[in-house]
């Protein structure tokens, strides 16, 4: 650094320096998820305030499901016993870092035994049963040269015999779980040979963080082990929770009941699986792409027929043939479960037209010859007869959300109104791999309506809403004060009418946070709609808004997803896009700086700018106007990211140099908003 002895400039910096050091920390994205990550702490706290039993009104609601689905039906059972290799021994716990266990079958220990509709009364007979099947857990053989691994994660790890080796298909979530199962099922039970090929199906977390637990850096950096993706994966995979990833990540502790006891009044299962393991994540950057439908790809001498289904499940995503084994993987696209069309933890909109027209694709393609049918979550489908029936319904009911939300929508039906309106016909909905698992009819068909016509209703006073804790005042008072509204509302609990009782009682908590008493009735509340609930999600959420009306928000340890790979895959836009959410418009009204990035490893120039309380910046120039420039590699950047460096150190060693006025970048930094992942969600 040319000044590095100027006692004033460095001086100066200083102030600066600190800042950035502290803001360096906070571009770590704490709390960025996947549709499966979302667990801040191995062992849940035990609950101050003991569940409550089920009502008459929860176990009558429960006995319809009871009474409408057919639990004679044994066939999952069959198939998700099917082809069982070897099992990890009992107790099934893998260590993860820092003591805390990668993964705990047994913490789902009761959910074992009794017959499959003998649910306890505070958890739907539904959802209960699906808990059960998601407790096998082993090697399987799905045909002769395709395995699989389950339950072991909230996803599945499939396996495929080549000439040389084995392709991999979606490494679980993280690497202690993809090590374990490898050392301890794979090797001894399929043999030790190399792995060849990595297949992530799409950009979820839950399908490639486990990568680097079965591939060495060597192995990747000589191109011994072959990443293969969907084009867009990388951008999909590091970005789509980047922008709004502190709120994803909050949301997602309640949607993946992470904080909740496991217990018949607690979390019973994920829906898609039995819950996400906790540990290291990982990415190695892809080097092969499946770029368009009909593409065939060769790896390790097996042929691969592509179909590409970007903006389904997920941003980046395709399924593919195995002529040689008459197999298709259908990825997350056709699963034992209504999938998502929105999910609760936070995301774009998933296009249910889109989605069940990949499916009628696979069937135009493959349903003449596939013979077996396997997926990233769940047990396969065994048997052309049986496989195009079960690729049809889920096409149609796909297709169903989608066309019956906008033909009610076109009819002047709101919403909530379709969405309260919407009903599966019996021919889809008594099938279970239609259930209501992971999404729901309802939320499903209102993101729909989203994705066509947006969040406004189209009804004028629903076009400038008071926010919460205003309208939870003036409803209070038009309805006699909260002491009022909470006999009422006693007294339509005690009739079961639950969701009214949440909405008017929501209104108390928001206009009297301390109000005891509405947090104890609206924690009752979401508790009985929680038993009620055949989604997982659904469950997890209400049962963790209860917990927190009762207990209050504790602030434990989050977890942090950001793993170096991850970090490193991200284009510097993207970090630049971040930044700009984190501008404080307040603090930044009336203000203007600029500054030169200039990256000397990436050979990377950007200007950024502040004007008008909002950033912008502009690639391959450099500004002489520039109040500051900062001279840096990328790889020091990704350092002060993760936590491991800041800028004082690097410039006090020469790897950074700060040229111009560093007071003014010291002000930018003062500028941006840190972000706190426990923040209030049930309460004001």
């Known amino acids: 650094m040319s000044d590095a002895n100027d006692a004033g400039k460095v001086g100066g910096r200083r102030a600066f320096l600190k800042n950035v050091a502290v803001a360096g920390a906070a571009t770590g994205f704490p709390g960025v998820v996947s549709e499966a990550l979302a667990q801040s702490s191995s062992t849940p706290r035990p609950s101050t305030a003991a ?114 080796g084995y392709i991999v298909v979606d490494p679980f979530i993280t690497t202690e779980v993809a090590s374990t199962v490898w050392k ?73 009941g992470s904080l909740l006891p496991r217990s018949p009044t607690g979390i019973v299962d994920g829906g898609l699986g039995k819950t996400t393991s906790v540990g290291t994540i990982t990415l190695a950057v892809p080097t092969m792409f499946a770029e368009k439908t009909g593409q065939k790809m060769t790896l390790d001498g097996v042929e691969l027929v592509v179909l590409m289904a970007p903006e389904s499940e997920a941003p980046s995503e395709f399924m593919f043939y195995l002529p040689k084994y008459k197999a298709f993987c259908a990825a997350e696209d056709a699963t034992h479960t209504l999938h998502n069309l929105y999910t609760l933890r936070g995301a774009k909109m998933r296009d249910g037209l889109l989605w069940s027209k990949y499916l009628q694709s696979a069937l135009d393609m493959f349903g003449d010859d596939a013979q077996v049918l396997f997926a990233s979550h769940y047990w396969p489908t065994w048997g052309n007869d049986r496989i195009v029936p079960f690729l049809r319904a889920q096409r149609d009911m796909f297709r169903y959300l989608h066309d019956q939300t906008l033909r009610m929508a076109n009819q002047g039906l709101t919403p909530l109104e379709i969405g309260d309106a919407m009903r599966l016909p019996d021919s889809l909905a008594k099938h279970w791999y239609c259930r209501s698992y992971y999404g729901t009819v309802y939320h499903d068909a209102v993101a729909q309506y989203n994705l066509r016509l947006g969040f406004f209703d189209g009804v004028p006073a629903n076009l400038h809403r008071l926010q919460p804790t205003e309208a939870g005042k003036h409803y209070v008072e038009f309805m006699g004060g909260s002491a009022a509204v909470l006999n009422k509302a006693h007294a339509d609990f005690n009739k079961g009418d639950y969701r009214w009782v949440a909405e008017v009682v929501n209104h108390v908590v928001f206009a009297e946070p301390q109000n005891t008493a509405a947090r104890q009735l609206l924690a009752d509340t979401y508790e009985q709609l929680g038993y009620q609930s055949e989604s997982a999600s659904w469950r997890n959420f209400y049962l963790t808004g209860a917990k927190e009306l009762r207990e209050g928000v504790k602030k434990l340890p989050a977890s942090n997803p950001q793993s170096p790979d991850t970090i490193q895959a991200m284009p510097l836009p993207m970090f630049l896009d971040y930044l700009g959410i984190r501008l404080n418009s307040d603090r930044a009204a009336g203000q203007t700086a600029s500054f030169n990035l200039v990256l000397t490893d990436t050979k990377e120039n950007y200007v950024l700018g502040v004007e008008n309380s909002a950033l912008h910046y502009s690639p391959d120039t450099r500004s002489k106007s520039a109040d500051a420039t900062v001279t840096m590699a990328r790889a020091d950047l990704n350092d002060i990211m993760m936590g491991k460096t800041n800028m004082q150190k690097l410039v006090m060693a020469g790897n950074a140099k700060i040229d111009g006025n560093s007071q003014k970048l010291g002000e930018f930094v003062s500028w941006l908003d840190t972000f706190d992942f426990w923040f209030n969600i049930v309460t004001p």
């Open 51 to 164: 569940p409550k039993p089920a009502t008459a009104a929860t176990i009558s609601i429960n006995k319809q499901y009871a009474d409408f689905l057919n639990f004679a039906d044994a066939q999952d059972f069959e198939d998700a016993k099917r082809g069982l290799i070897a099992t990890l021994p009992e107790p099934v716990v893998i260590p993860g870092p820092g003591g805390v266990n990668a993964w705990d079958l047994q913490q789902f220990a009761f959910v074992n035994g009794g017959a499959e509709n003998n649910a306890p009364s505070t958890v739907n007979p539904s959802l209960w049963r699906n808990a059960k099947l998601n407790m096998n857990h082993g090697l399987y053989q799905v045909v002769d040269g395709i395995w699989q691994v389950r339950g072991y994660d909230l996803s599945v790890m499939s396996i495929i015999r080549g000439d040389h």
């Open 184 to 256: 301890q099922l794979v090797i001894p039970h399929l043999g030790d040979k190399p792995i060849t090929h990595v297949i992530y199906t799409h950009s979820h977390v839950d399908h490639y963080g486990g990568v680097r637990g079965l591939a060495s850096d060597d192995d990747l950096k000589s191109g011994k082990v072959q990443i293969v993706a969907p084009t867009g994966f990388t951008e999909a995979a590091v970005g789509e929770n980047v922008i709004a990833g502190n709120a994803m990540g909050r949301r997602a502790t309640f949607m993946y």
